[in-house]
């Protein structure tokens, strides 16, 4: 469901997106947009002698597709059409490898709403990026300014 101000959103309340399947080509087009060739990712030979076993995906790029991924619920559902900015990132953890072939999905959760003014309130949201065994690979708070509903 759309939603239009802060006030249309209550503590509690979860998101979880759809999920999307991590590519080699997808490890190798970030390796190339960020220029971070790290062998973690880009060495077959490299990864296999790490405690993966294999290559992983970038943390940040795991974080960026995952933290997208929310917004195929649609653009006014975790952010209201009153969005003002991206307000902030806290407590950004990295807490599992993500493989190629790894399904990633996230689970989002308001846990505290912010008045700032009669204007703007700030939404703070706990996500957690899973993969498809449920696990949680990276989990952070989000915080979006937004503007407020003109009725009280």
């Avoid at 062998?39 to 960026?64: Q, S, W």
């Avoid at 990633?104 to 899973?130: A, F, M, Y």
Wanted: glycine fraction near 8%; charged fraction near 30%; aromatic fraction near 10%.
């Amino acid at each position: 469901m759309e939603k239009e101000s802060f006030e249309d959103y209550k503590v509690g309340e979860k998101f979880i997106s759809p999920g999307r399947t991590i590519t080699e080509t997808d490890i190798v087009m970030f390796a190339a947009f960020t220029g971070d060739w790290h062998p973690l990712h880009t060495n077959v030979d490299y990864a296999a002698k790490t405690p993966f076993g294999e290559r992983i995906a970038h943390g940040m790029l795991t974080l960026c597709v995952g933290s997208a991924l929310i917004f195929r619920l649609g653009a006014y559902v975790t952010l209201p059409k009153s969005f003002i900015a991206f307000y902030g990132m806290d407590k950004v953890r990295f807490t599992g490898a993500v493989k190629i072939g790894d399904t990633i999905r996230c689970e989002t959760e308001v846990v505290e709403l912010q008045e700032k003014d009669d204007k703007r309130g700030v939404i703070v949201s706990q996500n957690n990026i899973k993969n498809q065994r449920g696990e949680d690979v990276v989990v952070y708070t989000t915080r979006a300014l937004v503007g407020r509903s003109k009725k009280k």
